[in-house]
Structures are given as structure tokens and as C-alpha cells.
């Protein structure tokens, strides 16, 4: 490590150790953390023209696959029970409707996303109704939430959260039954056993998403009417979760030969884990890590952040396999699967880039565009072998990553609203772009690794 001023101790070692008791702490990426000052740094700063010059390119569109497509009639039940819901709340709400101005804010405020999610739902077509009509379970809890708080005004509370209890148990158990229940089927085909590896991912995350909001779930009558709104939608959300998979898992079986594939989905899920295994990626476990990834020259505070990122990454996919095989959620352990794939991939491409410094510190705006079109260019490429069209756990991957890409020019382009002479700091972004470029040059290498592993 390079030594501090000569008027100071050295700095490295320290701000190492920040680093590392910053990511222990937080548990997550520390990536984000970019207003936290870094000892030793001297972080470059540009102004707000520059960020808007780093995104004068448009944005990759981010779409999902569908494994499968709701029928009309049911994504127009789900618009009617959000209208039901709405009919007795008021477009608008007045001071004489409701005196509390912050209930009326938090009633209209739910009303509209309301009316939003039954939009969306109105106007999807062909992949889109499907993630619609899983939006419509927003809907319905934003609704619900609306009308409770409404209600709650002027009710009996004592009455009302004993209904809402007996709701709780009773959308409980159904949740468990069906998570209990998924039995791992399909078309036992190349084709098919991509599409179902996708399809009971998306189960089981909705599912275990229900689940744990129902063991998180309390009511009582000393909440105030805005929280038993909230208490009532969340019972709402949990119980639309249950009638659409109920509804899509109908619409799969019609769709699919039936085949059991779950001793195929078992052994692709043991080999994945036997190959993250046989890497040995370090823990990420202290200061130590960064020698232990062969990265200990680098001395920048903005690209450790970058690179315990892209490692928590790795870290991260390992686990959620890990955890998949334990809780006998296999769709959750094959999105690991991949997303461990693409993670090792990119982290090996990012650290051997920082090695030969060709990510560095940037000293212009030149430097960080570069950067956003070299991870656009990886973009094109990625969805050009992993094709959204064909629904798989590969082209759900690449949607979480030009997601990503998407909240990363969001950052960027909120530094550009300012006036154009505003100091900001993008060294965090073009460190994004940086990870993110990895990824996506990564992925379609990724999903063939995990392919073999599912067809073999």
C-alpha cells in the first residue's frame, strides 16, 4: 500500500479498515454509500453539466421474461376487485371528507397507485400482462389500504382488528399450503426446463414474499387509522398472491407436458454448488480480503467500494444457493445459480481490469462515458445471446442487471437537475458502470455454464 503525506501516518491500512467495518455493519453492497468521506482521498468532482453529458445516451430499456400469461378474464377480475375496493373512496378528499391532513394525504396518495397498477393492467399486452397482472397485487393492497384507512375513521377499531386477525390466519395458512405444495414440473425439454426453472422462481419468491409479510404482521386497536390501512393491505397483498398463482399455475399445467423435473433441477442445483465450492472466493471478512483477491496495490477508496461490491456479489449468489437447498426452494437456489455464475465471472473480469488499470480513478467526464458506453455496448450483446423472448432464469438475470444500469443513470441524471456549475461527484457511477460492464459482458458466458448444468 502507497503511504500517506509525509506529513501523516499511512492512510491505507485505515481506511481499509473503514471500508471493511462500513460493509460488516451494513450488511449489504457499500457501493452505495457515496457521500461517506474516505480517509486519505481526494475524490475527483465534476459538475452537474458533466453528469448530464455522462448520460446523453439513452438508457437500456429493462424487460423481464414471462414463463407464462394470465388469461384476460382474469386480469380483468383483478382490475374489478380494485375497483370495488375504490368505490366507496372519493377521488377527491377534502378537509371536510377528512380533517387529518395526513390521513387525507396517505388515502389519495394510495388511490392513486391504485388507479395506476388496474391502468397498467388495462393496457398490457403480450409478456407485459403477466407482470401486470402480478402488479395488480399492489394494487390491491394500495387500494384496500385506502379504503380501511377510510373506513377506520368511524368504525368500531376493537371489531375491526379481530376481522383483520381471522384474515391473517386464514390468508396464512393458504400461503404455507401452497409453498408446502410445488411440485417441480414441466416439459422436459431444453426449452422447458428453462421455462420452469424460471416459472417456480417467480412462485416461490412471491410466495415466500407473502409469507414472510404475514409473520412480520400485527394489528391492534391503538394503531392509528393509517396503519391499520397499511395492516389491511398488507393481508390484501397476501391474498391477491394466492389467487394469481393459483390462477397462473392453472394456466402452466394446461401448458405444459407435466413432466417431474424436480431430480433434474436437484442435481443442476448440487453441481452449482459444488462449483461455487471449488472456487473458494474468499470471505469477505475483513481488510485482509482485498490482498486475498490479489488486489493489494490498490490504493483508491471509490474502487475498494467498487470491488467489495462486485465481491458481495459473489458472496451473495452463494448463499442465496445455499439457502434455496436448505429451505427446499429450488427455483430460489437455480436464480442463484446463474446469478453466481455471472458475479464470478464479473469479478475476476473487474479486479484483472483494475490490476492493469484500465478502471482507474477518472480525471474527466471523457473517462466516465467511455466507461457507460462500454457497459452499453456489453448490454446490446447480452440481449442478443439471452433473448427475453425465451423465458429463463438468464434473461430474468439480465433484467436485474440493466435494472441496476437504470438506477445507476437515475443517480446520475438527479446530479443533473442542478444548476450546470454544480459541484457533484460521479466516482461512485463510473464505478458502476465499471461493475456493471463486467456483468453483462459476463452473463451470456454465465447462462451457457448454468444451461449445460440444467440439460445434462
Known amino acids: 500500500m502507497t503511504p500517506g503525506s509525509n506529513s501523516g501516518p499511512e492512510v491505507g491500512p485505515r481506511r481499509r479498515q473503514f471500508l471493511a467495518g462500513l460493509a460488516a455493519a451494513s450488511g449489504v453492497a457499500v457501493a452505495g454509500c457515496a457521500d461517506l468521506p474516505l480517509l486519505g482521498d481526494e475524490s475527483t468532482t465534476f459538475t452537474a453539466s458533466d453528469a448530464d453529458a455522462v448520460i446523453a445516451d439513452a438508457t437500456p430499456t429493462v424487460e423481464w421474461p414471462a414463463p407464462v400469461r394470465p388469461s384476460s378474464s382474469a386480469l380483468e377480475d383483478a382490475r374489478d376487485r380494485i375497483d370495488d375496493l375504490l368505490a366507496d373512496v372519493p377521488e377527491s378528499l377534502g378537509p371536510d371528507d377528512v380533517p387529518n391532513g395526513v390521513v387525507r ?165 448440487e453441481r452449482s454448488i459444488d462449483r461455487a465450492e471449488a472456487v473458494e472466493f474468499p470471505e469477505q471478512d475483513g481488510e485482509e480480503w482485498y490482498d486475498a483477491v490479489g488486489l493489494e496495490e490498490l490504493d483508491d477508496g471509490r474502487l475498494e467500494l467498487t470491488v467489495w461490491h462486485a465481491g458481495r456479489e459473489v458472496t451473495d449468489a452463494r448463499e442465496r444457493m445455499e439457502e434455496g437447498r436448505t429451505n427446499g426452494n429450488v427455483g430460489t437456489g437455480l436464480h442463484g445459480a446463474v446469478q453466481f455464475e455471472q458475479a464470478f465471472r464479473a469479478f475476476e473480469h473487474l479486479r484483472d481490469r483494475i490490476a492493469a488499470e484500465s478502471v482507474a480513478p477518472p480525471d474527466d467526464v471523457d473517462a466516465i462515458r467511455a466507461e457507460r458506453d462500454r457497459a452499453l455496448e456489453s448490454a446490446v450483446a447480452a440481449r442478443e445471446q439471452v433473448p427475453v423472448a425465451d423465458p429463463s432464469l438468464g434473461a430474468y438475470v439480465l433484467g436485474e442487471t440493466l435494472q441496476s444500469f437504470e438506477w445507476t443513470d437515475e443517480s446520475v441524471r438527479r446530479y443533473a437537475t442542478h444548476d450546470p456549475e454544480v459541484v457533484v461527484s460521479l466516482s461512485r457511477e463510473y464505478g458502476e458502470y465499471a461493475r456493471l460492464q463486467a456483468e453483462l459482458a459476463a452473463l451470456p458466458d454465465a447462462v451457457t455454464a448454468f444451461r449445460e448444468r440444467l440439460t445434462e
Not at 128 to 144: I, L, M, P, Q, V
Not at 188 to 217: C, F, I, M, N, P
Open 105 to 269: 394525504e396517505s388515502i389519495v396518495e394510495n388511490r392513486e397507485e391504485a388507479v395506476r397498477a388496474r391502468d397498467e393492467a388495462d393496457r398490457a399486452t403480450g409478456r407485459e400482462k403477466y407482470h401486470a397482472f402480478r402488479g395488480t397485487r399492489d394494487g390491491r393492497e394500495t387500494a384496500r389500504a385506502a379504503l380501511t384507512t377510510l373506513l377506520a375513521i368511524e368504525e368500531d377499531t376493537d371489531a375491526l382488528v379481530d376481522e383483520l386477525a381471522d384474515e391473517r390466519e386464514a390468508v396464512q395458512s393458504a400461503v404455507r399450503e401452497r409453498l408446502d405444495g410445488i411440485d417441480y414440473r414441466g416439459d422436459d425439454t431444453e426449452d422447458g426446463r428453462r421455462r420452469a426453472a424460471l416459472y417456480y422462481q417467480q412462485l416461490e419468491s412471491d410466495l415466500v414474499r407473502a409469507q414472510r409479510l404475514l409473520e412480520r404482521w400485527s394489528a391492534d386497536p391503538g394503531m392509528n387509522v393509517v396503519e391499520l390501512g397499511e395492516a389491511a393491505g398488507e393481508l390484501e397483498f397476501a391474498t391477491a398472491t394466492v389467487a394469481v398463482w393459483d390462477h397462473l399455475a392453472d394456466r402452466y399445467e394446461n401448458d405444459t407436458t407435466g413432466a417431474d423435473l424436480e431430480s433434474v433441477f436437484d442435481s443442476a442445483l
